[in-house]
């Protein structure tokens, strides 16, 4: 019997709808800048296997899809980062050096191979000024995207980027930037997912050395704390926000305490 054929772009499209499908069910992920740098959440029950890393000293690793896929890429960067980093300068590894790094190997790897990666990557690099912050999200294909502001990728990414762009603003605070990214991964009349299950970290521009730095435990709670305040509750500033001098809250926290184990993140898939 004889083999089908498929033009060049059949073959292409369905790649494309493949990684498609299977970066969809991931679990979304939000990067937006703040006042003093980059912020990054996701939900992720696991412990163990992040979805949000450090690559070097001001850059920053975000990704959704197969776990193994983009670790390995997680890993590619890091020792790119390290090895240039030892053999000229530290100054010398930037974020768009390892943004056009990931875009060459993952086009590569989606013409050439027979199945493309089900993964989509964003690339942070926290300034000195919020001038000089860059994020770049990078898709199966290699396509790069220069990023302002905020960027979401996986699960429902459009209607979550449609939700930030609604509510993000310049130069809020951390606590800030916390509320309008879990309002944005949160479908409206949705439950947020509890502290236990959020995976947040920072590139913190006011940090020495290295600016990447992991939200947890009672930090994370006292964030979520504030940003839940209602504005009305703030005291007289006038400024209406749930940050700095604003009043406390004596309601419930707003994240709930955990219900039932944790379950494994293995490839990014399982449903929320």
Same mark, same amino acid.
């Given at each position: 019997m004889p083999f089908g054929y498929a033009s060049p772009e059949q073959i292409m499209r369905d790649k494309a709808d493949y990684a498609r499908k299977g970066i969809a069910r991931g679990r979304s992920v939000v990067v937006l800048q703040y006042v003093d740098g980059i912020l990054f959440v996701a939900p992720n029950p696991s412990r163990a296997l992040h979805k949000i890393s450090e690559i070097y000293d001001r850059i920053g690793f975000a990704a959704v899809g197969r776990y193994n896929e983009f670790e390995e890429l997680r890993l590619g960067g890091i020792r790119y980062a390290d090895i240039n980093g030892y053999t000229y300068d530290?100054?010398?590894? /930037?974020?768009?050096?390892?943004? +056009?790094?990931?875009?060459? *190997?993952?086009?590569?790897?989606?013409?050439?191979?027979?199945k493309s990666l089900e993964v989509e990557v964003v690339v942070a690099e926290v300034g000195d000024t919020k001038d000089g912050d860059a994020i770049y999200r990078l898709t199966f294909d290699g396509s790069v995207f220069d990023e302002h502001g905020f960027a979401a990728m996986g699960g429902q990414a459009e209607a979550v980027a449609t939700r930030l762009k609604e509510r993000y603003r310049e130069d809020m605070t951390l606590s800030e930037a916390l509320e309008v990214a879990l309002a944005a991964?949160?479908? !409206?009349?949705?439950?947020? !997912? !509890?502290? *236990? =299950?959020?995976?947040?970290?920072?590139?913190? @521009? +006011?940090?020495?050395?290295?600016?990447?730095? @992991?939200? /947890?435990?009672?930090?994370?709670? @006292?964030?979520?704390? =504030?940003?839940?305040?209602p504005p009305a509750e703030s005291s007289d500033s006038g400024s209406g926000s749930g940050g700095e001098g604003a009043a406390p809250s004596d309601d419930k926290p707003a994240t709930p305490p955990p219900t039932g184990p944790e379950g494994p993140v293995d490839d990014g898939s399982s449903p929320l």
């Open positions: 530290r100054s010398d590894v /930037t974020g768009r050096g390892l943004a +056009n790094l990931y875009a060459s *190997n993952l086009g590569r790897i989606f013409t050439e191979s027979i991964l949160t479908e !409206p009349g949705g439950e947020r !997912p !509890p502290v *236990n =299950q959020l995976e947040v970290a920072v590139l913190d @521009r +006011n940090r020495e050395h290295r600016k990447f730095q @992991r939200l /947890t435990g009672a930090r994370l709670e @006292r964030l979520l704390a =504030q940003s839940a305040t």
